[in-house]
Antibody, heavy 120, light 105 residues
């Protein structure tokens, strides 16, 4: 069974940093691109960014709203994808989902999300 | 940036009715279009990809059609478990539509 479990969310002050993790199991992690999607309270889905598999260079792409502040990385030996969030703003408050896919492919599996609240 | 526009924003329907949701792209996306269902308090779930292919385990009452800039998700006979928010996504540029909420009439 494919599982994705996010962690690392919490309350953080504006301007500070936070790192989210997504631990996966049940599939060959190294073969897949991985994405992060967020959802502000009461709002729709917003794609945040993704990282390609090593086969496709392990490169990343980000939404304009987070480019330069967020960094996605992966550890294929542990089947984990990370989201490093710097210079956080109140507008970054959201439930952050990890999902499988994203390199010109749909997001076919999702975690349950981890809540990030940016507030002073 | 490709903009995805969904309509209507909210749809009030009764169980058993046929439901049609629309998604429009600001420029052609061929068939690189996915539909997701999100129930209250749950993560999204992939329903349709490639504009018309049902994902694993998705009931046959869900169908997708379209190509280019106009897409449709149809639920042939709405069941109580189908009340949710539905999102389209163009998965090359990865942008989502704003969603359509299907609520009980």
């Amino acid at each position: 069974e494919v599982q994705l479990v996010e962690s690392g969310g919490g309350l953080v002050q504006p301007g500070r940093s936070l790192r989210l993790s997504c631990r996966t199991s049940g599939f060959n992690f190294g073969d897949y691109s991985m994405s992060w999607v967020r959802q502000a309270p009461g709002k729709g889905l917003e794609w945040v960014g993704f990282i390609r598999s090593k086969t496709f260079g392990g490169t990343t792409d980000y939404a304009a709203s987070v480019k330069g502040r967020y960094t996605i990385s992966r550890d294929d030996s542990k089947s984990i994808v990370y989201l490093q969030m710097n210079s956080l703003k109140t507008d970054d408050t959201a439930l952050y989902y990890c999902s499988r896919g994203g390199n010109e492919s749909p997001l076919d599996c999702w975690g349950q999300g981890t809540l990030v609240t940016v507030s002073s | 940036e490709i903009v995805m526009t969904q309509s209507p924003a909210t749809l009030s329907v009764s169980p058993g009715e046929r439901v049609t949701l629309s998604c429009r792209a600001s420029q052609s996306v061929s068939t690189s279009l996915a539909w997701y269902q999100q129930k209250l308090g749950q993560a999204p779930r992939l329903l349709i990809y490639g504009a018309s292919t049902r994902a694993t385990g998705i009931p046959a009452r869900f169908s997708g059609s379209g190509s280019g800039t106009e897409f449709t998700l149809t639920i042939s006979s709405l069941e109580s478990e189908d009340f949710a928010v539905y999102y389209c996504q163009q998965y090359n540029s990865r942008t989502f539509g704003g969603g359509t909420k299907v609520e009980i009439k």
